[in-house]
């Protein structure tokens, strides 16, 4: 078993269950690594569990040469003439590149890329249409959550973000943005939510399901 610590400011230890079996835990700086050791042995019972529901639950399966873009599969043709270029053919749902990305690295570039160019036009966007403000949007690799927004107005994107359909994006986005008013998940905060985005419980449903395992 694989387990990850990461180290952030926050108040309570979380520990996550990845559907590939990893498990990242979430803590503060002040909590000493045997202190989390210990309390991973206590919630080992927890998180077999989960494991085990992972393993028989519904997920996207791609095959070897397959990427998922924007809730959708696409084969990957490699053309060594496109250079740099990758383009695609959403008709016949392939992706064709310069680059093979198929390769890891190449691959999280790729999306890193897709993810910033896919979010910063929608978040201005959607935030103009609601009448929000942010600083600037950052991908990074979070693992550990899907976005994040800091009190002065950064929001954070996992690099995966691509891969989500349209509408599942569209809702992490708007959740962000409406921490820029609305800092913690109160009730107010999910009140002011269905009013933007009513149908954000299927959007929560969709990454609970097969978000999991991107
Ligand atoms: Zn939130």
Not at 26 to 49: C, F, M, N, Q
Not at 119 to 132: C, H, I, N, Q, S
Request: charged letters at 30%.
């Amino acid at each position: 078993m694989r387990i990850r610590i990461e180290r952030r400011s926050v108040r309570r230890v979380w520990i996550k269950v990845h559907p590939n079996g990893h498990v990242v835990v979430v803590a503060s700086p002040r909590y000493a690594d045997k202190t989390l050791e210990r309390l991973i042995e206590r919630h080992r019972e927890w998180i077999d569990r989960q494991r085990t529901r992972y393993r028989s639950m519904e997920r996207i399966r791609l095959a070897s040469d397959e990427l998922l873009y924007r809730g959708r599969i696409y084969r990957f043709v490699l053309r060594p003439r496109l250079g740099s270029t990758v383009v695609r053919y959403p008709r016949r749902r392939i992706i064709a590149g310069g680059r093979n990305l198929l390769a890891p690295s190449f691959q999280r570039q790729w999306y890193m890329e897709e993810s910033r160019r896919l979010v910063v036009k929608r978040a201005r966007r959607l935030a103009l249409r609601y009448g929000f403000h942010f600083e600037r949007i950052e991908i990074r690799d979070y693992t550990s959550a899907w976005g994040y927004c800091s009190s002065d107005g950064i929001i954070t994107f996992d690099w995966r973000i691509a891969m989500l359909p349209p509408r599942v994006m569209d809702y992490l986005i708007v959740h962000e943005l409406l921490h820029t008013k609305i800092p913690t998940h109160g009730r107010r905060f999910w009140r002011h939510l269905e009013t933007l985005y009513p149908s954000y419980r299927a959007a929560i449903e969709w990454l609970n399901s097969y978000g999991r395992w991107l």
